[in-house]
T-cell receptor, first 114, second 113 residues
Framework: DAGVTQSPTHLIKTRGQQVTLRCSPK?????VSWYQQALGQGPQFIFQ???????QRGNFPDRFSGHQFPNYSSELNVNALLLGDSALYLC?????????????FGEGSRLTVL | KQEVTQIPAALSVPEGENLVLNCSFT??????LQWFRQDPGKGLTSLLL?????REQTSGRLNASLDKSSGRSTLYIAASQPGDSATYLC????????????FGSGTQLTVLP
């Protein structure tokens, strides 16, 4: 049973550029959430996708956008990169109808903005 | 706004010791609480999930408790091993939303051989 997979694992960008991160949820899961984790901090919720729509959003600017595809996979896009966007970006999947609400995380994509 | 605090930020213990990690939260209206483990530079591994109606959950050498009235949760690790060295994070799902988690900053645990 494949868990949550993310790509790429590492990438380096310069200020002002744009980046796309990808996530495939755990088999059978239909909901994908994205989190940003700065060094030494806990993850911060960015947004959640279900049925190809953004359902919830945390306190992040519009430069952060996403998409969910019919196969439940998801992308996170960040435009006009800032130095402060350097972080580990984590994708989590869950089953929306699941009463427990347990989230499963991928290994993350480490973004460095120079 | 829910705030989650984990104390201590770092902990070092000798192998074999039993230990307790603490998590406190400000809003008792929670859906569930989840404990995670994170190895350096890696993703999060779910350890235990406690529903708001439950008081504790156990898995192997791990036991997590939840006291909503006092806004506290503890993760008890029995007979610690060097392989337990990692950062432990607790996360709260708010009432009505099972999947938007609010995390603490974690406790970095080092178990010395």
């Amino acid at each position: 049973d494949a868990g949550v997979t993310q790509s790429p694992t590492h990438l380096i960008k310069t200020r002002g550029q744009q980046v796309t991160l990808r996530c495939s949820p755990k088999s059978g899961h239909d909901t994908v959430s994205w989190y940003q984790q700065a060094l030494g901090q806990g993850p911060q919720f960015i947004f959640q996708y279900y049925e190809e729509e953004e359902r919830q959003r945390g306190n992040f600017p519009d430069r952060f956008s996403g998409h969910q595809f019919p196969n439940y996979s998801s992308e996170l896009n960040v435009n006009a990169l800032l130095l402060g966007d350097s972080a580990l970006y984590l994708c989590a999947s869950s089953l929306r109808a699941g009463a427990a609400g347990e989230l499963f995380f991928g290994e993350g994509s480490r973004l460095t903005v120079l | 706004k829910q705030e989650v605090t984990q104390i201590p930020a770092a902990l070092s213990v000798p192998e074999g010791e039993n230990l307790v990690l603490n998590c406190s939260f400000t809003d008792s209206a929670i859906y569930n609480l989840q404990w995670f483990r994170q190895d350096p530079g890696k993703g999060l591994t779910s350890l235990l999930l406690i529903q708001s109606s439950q008081r504790e959950q156990t898995s192997g050498r791990l036991n997590a408790s939840l006291d909503k009235s006092s806004g506290r949760s503890t993760l008890y690790i029995a007979a610690s091993q060097p392989g337990d060295s990692a950062t432990y994070l607790c996360a709260i799902s708010p009432g009505g939303s099972a999947r938007q988690l609010t995390f603490g900053s974690g406790t970095q645990l080092t178990v010395l051989p």
